[in-house]
Nanobody
């Protein structure tokens, strides 16, 4: 069983930065962990994913270049560094995980992930 706790959300002006954290309890070594986001009235969409065992990262095309996913294995934590934030980045951000698995990639369906955090709100004002 894995529990995920997100933190780091908040309100920021357009152009600013935030770093989200997803702290996991339980082993995530061979897990695929991902950040999703969901804006009001919209479907949940994938932002970025990381295969914990190798550190290999995957990004949605629209996030590439502004967002960076990383992990700290010693802290069992995954991060999402978000730069040059835009008003359209306003959403609830969720961390998800599934493991042990032998692969990870982008565009994975939400239903594939077994564990979810409660979410952290990001609000970007223009």
């Amino acid at each position: 069983q894995v529990q995920l706790v997100e933190s780091g959300g908040g309100s920021v002006q357009a152009g600013g930065s935030l770093r989200l954290s997803c702290a996991a309890s339980g082993s995530t070594y061979s897990s695929c962990m991902s950040w999703f986001r969901q804006a009001p009235g919209k479907e949940r969409e994938g932002v970025a994913a990381i295969y914990i065992a190798t550190g290999t990262t995957y990004y949605a095309d629209s996030m590439k270049g502004r967002f960076t996913i990383s992990r700290d294995n010693a802290k069992n934590t995954v991060y999402l560094q978000m730069n040059t934030l835009k008003s359209e980045d306003t959403a609830m951000y969720y961390c998800a995980a599934r493991g042990p698995v032998a692969w990870c990639t982008r565009d994975i369906a939400t239903t594939w992930f077994r564990y979810w955090g409660q979410g952290t709100q990001v609000t970007v004002s223009s």
